[in-house]
């Protein structure tokens, strides 16, 4: 089956997820019958392209390679790459399914939660790897595509492609979700990881953090906390049947946390890890985000450096947890590629 | 969706998933539009029991707990409690999924195999908890399945319901998996982590696993990585695409671990781990199973206890690791049931 999809955001989440459509076009058609179409792309610097003839990914990529801009694809007449606003193209082009990768604004989720809702609203299944959207509107969101027959997911909007909500849809269906605890925000980890392997204080590892692309110019998203709070909102309001706001979530970084800390901690036989938890008691969802010190055994100790990890309390189950990346242009890209998979096994 | 069910075996797996389709039944219809009937269940020990009309759960759960057989469960008619051979019954039910939860004969796959292939050929969904079957003829299996448009399923037969398959036919779709590892057998990481937190020797430490009802009377499928060889067979196959055989496996247990072969990789970093390996290499796949010192900071290395864990290599979500229980009552009754949800879903 062909699906028709749309781009707004062309970064670098919606590069990777364009190559690999591209290049595992071959296996993805053998494996589940699945075939894309790329027939519009939006991206706020890089222009406009609807093109319903299909969009050639290695020609766009090469172009968005080179620095150019969408008006430099080299098959489009002028009418394809006209500038439009994500919300005209949503209205112009026949995509079934709309991929929204623009930049968390973690405040208001907007732009994003209004280009979402239109395509909703034009019966287009949407995925996202934004955690606005998805943070603070799940509910409106959701009630909206299940009114309209259709799909909203946000599998890269926690963890990335690591498949938090695949993982508890089909492996896990059936359970009652208790609880979750996780390790949601890579920077930090990292930056507690170095901290404890190569006895580095906080500035420094943040420091290091920032050189090798783990951390931004301004870190305060990471390191206080509040990435790790739009995630756990998400997982009280998805998973724990919660209906939390960002404020309703006690947050404390690890911006206060010494050197002096951790090896207190350690030789303790502790470990301090920055800790997204939520859980439901009677119908109560509750959630918080703290640095926590976890004795060894913990499953969520073990999980260094840049990685994310969820451990999952299940009525049937017990304590399921998942570890992988929490970051990546192929990992984010991928978790876009799972989402409109799952809305063609449907 | 109602679905007509037939359990072949109903010792603890059975009672497990009797369970749980009972109690869980008003939250599966409401979640899910899911409705089970138990129309048939067949035990070596405790006879037959075929009712179309749908056996009453909480009833035939009460006459076995009291250690009786079929035959004295309160509804049926003589002829309904007939002792049958399970081949019988699978020719004389309605049952549209078959669900067998018999022994492991690891040598033969039998009788399983046979039953499992009658039932495929007779147009039943099969799902089992048995890892015979899926370990020596995997293919052969599956090919009839295809060519009748029926699944086969085996969630519980390798980690019990911690969902390795579901993961990677939902989360990971898309993904090809170059190689696997995984902590596979529950009763040989106990031992090797009471041998490592408690400085015990092997014999003590195997004599607690006993006691602890971790361990078998002989316990020497699971010490000598018979059972986590079955299990890495079966991932091999289904996978990574191999041809394995289970003679094709180079295996060593635990039994040969001393307390100071523990000590004295705990003093260099490590730890010692039964490891169950495969890998795809160019088309060529190859498995082991062998106690190997992992480096603390490999994610397997923190899974304690009777845990086990499987860490994926991807090609475009790198490593993803999932760590839950690996035994239990209720948790391989939830691994039919999921298999079951998967054939709901389709």
């Given at each position: 089956?062909?699906?028709?999809?749309?781009?707004i955001?062309?970064?670098?989440?919606?590069?990777g997820?364009?190559?690999i459509?591209?290049?595992?076009?071959?296996?993805?058609?053998?494996?589940?019958?699945?075939?894309a179409?790329?027939?519009?792309?939006?991206?706020?610097?890089?222009?406009?392209?609807?093109a319903?003839?299909?969009?050639?990914?290695?020609?766009?990529?090469?172009?968005?390679?080179?620095?150019k801009?969408?008006?430099?694809y080299p098959?489009a007449?002028?009418?394809?790459?006209e500038?439009?606003?994500p919300?005209d193209?949503?209205?112009?082009?026949?995509?079934?399914?709309?991929?929204?990768?623009?930049?968390t604004?973690?405040k208001?989720g907007?732009?994003?939660?209004?280009?979402?809702?239109?395509?909703l609203?034009?019966?287009?299944?949407?995925?996202?790897?934004?955690?606005?959207?998805?943070?603070?509107?799940?509910?409106?969101?959701?009630?909206?595509?299940?009114?309209n027959?259709?799909?909203?997911?946000?599998?890269?909007?926690?963890m990335s492609?690591?498949?938090?909500?695949?993982?508890?849809?089909?492996g896990?269906?059936?359970?009652?979700i208790?609880?979750?605890?996780?390790?949601?925000?890579?920077?930090?980890n990292?930056?507690?990881?170095?901290?404890?392997?190569?006895?580095?204080?906080y500035?420094?590892?943040?420091?290091?953090a920032?050189?090798?692309?783990?951390?931004e110019?301004?870190?305060?998203?990471?390191?206080?906390?509040?990435?790790?709070?739009?995630k756990?909102?998400?997982?009280?309001?998805?998973?724990?049947?919660?209906?939390?706001?960002?404020?309703?979530?006690?947050c404390?970084?690890?911006s206060?946390?010494?050197k002096?800390?951790?090896?207190?901690?350690?030789?303790?036989?502790?470990?301090?890890?920055?800790?997204?938890?939520?859980?439901?008691?009677?119908?109560?969802?509750?959630?918080n985000?703290?640095?926590?010190?976890?004795?060894?055994?913990?499953?969520?100790?073990?999980?260094?450096?840049?990685?994310?990890?969820?451990?999952?309390e299940?009525?049937?189950?017990g304590?399921?947890t998942?570890?992988?990346a929490?970051?990546?242009?192929?990992?984010?890209?991928f978790?876009?590629?799972s989402?409109?998979?799952?809305?063609?096994?449907c």
């Amino acid at each position: 089956m062909e699906h028709r999809i749309g781009l707004i955001g062309c970064g670098t989440v919606g590069q990777g997820l364009l190559g690999i459509l591209h290049e595992k076009r071959d296996f993805l058609r053998d494996a589940f019958g699945f075939e894309a179409k790329v027939v519009a792309i939006t991206d706020k610097i890089k222009g406009t392209l609807i093109a319903p003839e299909g969009i050639d990914i290695p020609a766009v990529l090469a172009v968005l390679g080179q620095g150019k801009g969408l008006a430099d694809y080299p098959k489009a007449t002028p009418a394809q790459v006209e500038p439009l606003d994500p919300l005209d193209m949503i209205e112009r082009t026949d995509a079934g399914i709309i991929a929204e990768m623009t930049y968390t604004d973690i405040k208001t989720g907007e732009p994003a939660t209004s280009y979402i809702k239109k395509a909703l609203r034009l019966g287009k299944h949407v995925v996202t790897s934004n955690k606005g959207p998805a943070a603070l509107h799940y509910r409106d969101i959701q009630d909206l595509a299940r009114k309209n027959g259709l799909q909203f997911r946000f599998e890269g909007a926690v963890m990335s492609g690591t498949p938090v909500f695949h993982l508890v849809e089909c492996g896990l269906a059936g359970n009652t979700i208790r609880e979750v605890k996780g390790i949601l925000n890579g920077t930090t980890n990292f930056i507690l990881t170095r901290m404890e392997t190569e006895g580095m204080d906080y500035g420094p590892a943040l420091a290091l953090a920032k050189k090798l692309g783990y951390a931004e110019a301004d870190p305060t998203a990471d390191v206080e906390g509040f990435d790790a709070l739009a995630k756990i909102v998400i997982l009280s309001n998805v998973l724990l049947g919660g209906a939390l706001k960002t404020t309703d979530v006690p947050c404390k970084g690890i911006s206060a946390i010494t050197k002096a800390d951790v090896e207190a901690a350690k030789a303790a036989g502790f470990r301090y890890k920055l800790i997204a938890h939520a859980k439901n008691e009677g119908g109560i969802v509750t959630a918080n985000v703290s640095p926590q010190k976890l004795p060894l055994a913990d499953p969520l100790a073990g999980v260094m450096g840049a990685h994310n990890a969820l451990s999952l309390e299940t009525d049937l189950m017990g304590n399921v947890t998942i570890q992988g990346a929490g970051a990546g242009k192929v990992e984010t890209g991928f978790a876009i590629l799972s989402d409109i998979l799952a809305i063609h096994r449907c």
